[in-house]
Antibody, heavy 122, light 108 residues
């Protein structure tokens, strides 16, 4: 079955960077985009960006321009999300999710990874 | 960028029917998708492409669309349907994906 497995929880100090991995299995990795979405405690889902795993095409949310980098390792069927210059308000659970359709992202997210908690605190 | 607006909270008696709405400019062009999120879990897709259900989603979940609004209906709500529900869609602004604020559904 299609599955996304994310890396473990992280604790970071303000100003540091965090890099989270999302390993895909159960489908042809390079046919779909992977999205990153975060959820601060008690807050809404917030879309961060996507990368098409085949073409490498990337789109970032304006809210994260300049701080967010999404990369991939096609041999390992893994997508990475790196967020730098962390602030306490970046404390959240970070999810990866596959775009339902192959090709151009349709923003239909299925399935989702299990989530990676990130705590930013001095 | 565009936003999608949902009711913050809705309640329904066990076995009754409930509708949750999602409004926004992007829904004039794109269909909404709907996600169920139980506490401490990742979201799960329940509706996409106007009114399609992924494999494994019960047929008591359905959706309809009109103008700027998408509506998720649960017909015969069950205790396990108690969760947060989020809508999202594509968008034509600089941020191509937008989420609603979420609706907390309580089953009484």
């Amino acid at each position: 079955q299609v599955q996304l497995v994310q890396s473990e929880a992280e604790v970071k100090k303000p100003g540091a960077s965090v890099k989270i991995s999302c390993r895909a299995s159960g489908y042809t990795f390079n046919k779909h985009a992977i999205h990153w979405v975060r959820q601060a405690p008690g807050q809404r889902l917030e879309w961060m960006g996507w990368m098409h795993a085949g073409s490498g095409n990337i789109k970032y949310s304006q809210s994260f321009q300049g701080r967010l980098t999404i990369t991939r390792d096609t041999a390992a069927s893994t997508v990475f999300m790196e967020l730098n210059t962390l602030r306490p308000e970046d404390t959240a659970v970070y999810f990866c999710a596959r775009d339902f359709y192959s090709g151009v992202p349709a923003a239909i997210l299925d399935p989702w990874g299990q989530g990676t908690p990130v705590i930013v605190s001095s | 960028s565009s936003e999608l607006t949902q009711e913050p909270a809705v309640s329904v008696a066990l076995g009754q029917t409930v509708t949750i709405t999602c409004q926004g400019d992007s829904l004039r062009t794109f269909y909404a998708s709907w996600y169920q999120q139980r506490p401490g879990q990742a979201p799960v897709l329940v509706i996409y492409n106007q009114n399609s259900r992924p494999s494994g989603i019960p047929d008591r979940f359905s959706a309809s669309n009109s103008g700027y609004t998408s509506s998720l209906t649960i017909t015969g709500a069950q205790a396990e349907d108690e969760a947060d529900y989020y809508c999202n869609s594509r968008d034509n602004t600089d941020n191509p994906v937008v989420f609603g604020g979420g609706t907390k559904l309580t089953v009484l």
